[in-house]
């Protein structure tokens, strides 16, 4: 008897998969997420790259990771964002971790003479963070105006322009107190019923800029009050996390600070950075030689 469902893509791979994806295919995707964004996958991480990648094979149309890789090395370099941002987590919240944002706030408010105060958050995803630094701005001066510059960066452009945009599912607001979301959220209506969009004078606060931390520049002329590089070294290997910590600490001012994310210590780094908190550190003053 003929049925009209039970319909599934026809499969490629010789195991019954849509898509044909050797071990050999797994090695070069690791070495290429390797050398992009220093991002250590390891074999047991195979399903998850076939799961999550071949998302993009359908995108582009193609039938074997071979095609993927061959698309990925050979064209002008526009899939690698998406590529990467494929292989990451882009978990995040407002506020997360909220132990932080008190001691941010002490910390500008020590800083309340100064011209600026620049602060960057250096693998940002769709905004949560930078955002939650702006209400801290705003709520340590009291105003929506305070003398606050934060560069926001990221490798990947699609959560990028997510966070741009600041507009975000009421549940995720859902938590901060009631005069937090009146003062610094909008609520939407009608097609936008569900979703808040954050305040324009918080996003003239913010500079969103693609930036990869494995870049061999780091073309930032200001060195920063506060860096939040959290929930990001966890994907890369000692070797590259020691380069990015030397390159943060120049890229911090003397009595700057450096927030981690929860499951990240930088014990092994105790030469660059010793810790002022919990998953806060201040930078180590470099002894004369
Ligand atoms: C788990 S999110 C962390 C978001 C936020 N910092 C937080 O703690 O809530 C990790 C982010 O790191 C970004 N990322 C991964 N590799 C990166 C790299 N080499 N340079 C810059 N950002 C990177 C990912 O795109 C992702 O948005």
Sequence with gaps: MKTTDNFAPLANGSDGREFEFTPA????????????????????????????????????GLSSFAEYIGLLTQRD?????????????????????EHH????????????????????????????????????????FGSLHPPVSILATDV?????????????????????PERIQKR??????????????VRAELQSMITFQAFNLLAPVWPMKEQYDA??????????????????????????????????GHSENLNHAEHLFHPCGRTVYRTRAVSPS
């Design 25 to 60: 295919d797994f090695r070069r995707i690791s070495g290429l997420i390797y050398e992009r964004a220093g991002i250590v996958l390891s074999p047991v991480k195979s399903d998850m790259v076939y799961n999550r990648l071949s998302r993009r094979l359908r995108h582009h």
């Design 77 to 97: 370099g526009a899939e690698w964002g998406a590529f990467i941002g494929a292989l990451t987590t882009h978990l995040t919240s407002f506020f997360r971790e």
């Design 101 to 140: 944002f008190p001691i941010l706030s002490a910390h500008l408010a020590e800083r309340r003479e100064a011209e600026t105060i620049h602060l960057w958050s250096c693998a940002t995803s769709t905004g949560e963070e930078p955002y939650s630094m702006a209400v801290t701005a705003a709520e340590t």
């Design 156 to 176: 990947d452009n699609g959560v990028l322009a997510l966070a741009r945009e600041g507009v975000y599912p009421v549940d995720s607001v859902r938590h901060l």
């Design 184 to 197: 610094y959220f909008q609520w939407g209506s009608g097609r936008n019923k569900g979703f808040v969009k």
């Design 227 to 260: 860096i939040f590089c959290r929930n990001v070294m966890i994907y890369f290997d000692r070797p590259t996390q020691e380069r990015i910590l030397v390159r943060s600490r120049r890229q911090l001012k003397h009595d700057g600070l450096y927030f981690v």
